[in-house]
Every structure is written in C-alpha cells, then in structure tokens.
Nanobody, 118 residues
Framework: VQLVESGGGLVQAGGSLRLSCVAS????????MGWYRQAPGKQRELVAL????????NYADSVKGRFTISRDNSKNTVYLQMNSLKPEDTAVYYC????????????WGQGTQVAVSS
C-alpha cells in the first residue's frame, strides 16, 4: 500500500488547512485510515482515525471540535479538515493505513509539514 499526502503548509493561528491522503496498491476493502503527527522533540501521536465501513471516528482530545476527518471510499482517500489552528498544532502530519484482514501491516505516508504561526 502506498500513501501520498498533500495539503500541508504555513498558516496563521486561527486559520484552516485541509490535508488529503490517497491510498493505492493492494488495499483492503475494510480498513482504517487516519492521521498522526510528530512535533520536533516529541513522539508521534494520534490525531484522528476513521473506518471504511461505518465511518466510525476517533479523535485526540486536543483536536476535538476543531479537526474533522472524513473519507471517500470510492477514491481510497482520507481528508483532515483543520480549523482554528494553533501554534501547538505545528508538526509533520503522517497519513496512516491499516487493512482489516490477514496479512495487513501498518502503512505510513511520507509526511506533510503543517506550521502554524502565532
């Protein structure tokens, strides 16, 4: 599975960005896609996940009410709408994919930089 992210950039505090990630290759019909982030000197942390079936979502407490994850299963694409951005949201954002089924591994995108200025 290959993951290609887009949509990062520099934005002022209070602004918005939308990240996209397209999965290709040997994808699973049932899967979980989402986003993690890693700030300098910190561990990678969960931002949000969404399932392919029911579209169930899971968010980090720090982004609830500001970020929205969604997906288009027909395009194998996951989105992250980020509103009311804060300087502490500055990080490299990584797309994540895991199929539900035998033989599936964790897959990661190359990362896209999000920088929020105060």
């Amino acid at each position: 599975v290959q993951l290609v992210e887009s949509g990062g950039g520099l934005v002022q505090a209070g602004g918005s960005l939308r990240l996209s990630c397209v999965a290709s290759g040997s994808t699973f019909r049932l899967n979980v896609m989402g986003w993690y982030r890693q700030a300098p000197g910190k561990q990678r942390e969960l931002v949000a996940l969404i399932t392919s079936g029911a579209g169930s979502t899971n968010y980090a407490d720090s982004v609830k009410g500001r970020f929205t994850i969604s997906r288009d299963n027909s395009k194998n694409t996951v989105y992250l709408q980020m509103n009311s951005l804060k300087p502490e949201d500055t990080a490299v954002y990584y797309c994540y994919y895991k199929g539900v089924g035998k033989g599936s591994d964790d897959y990661w995108g190359q990362g896209t930089q999000v920088a929020v200025s105060s």
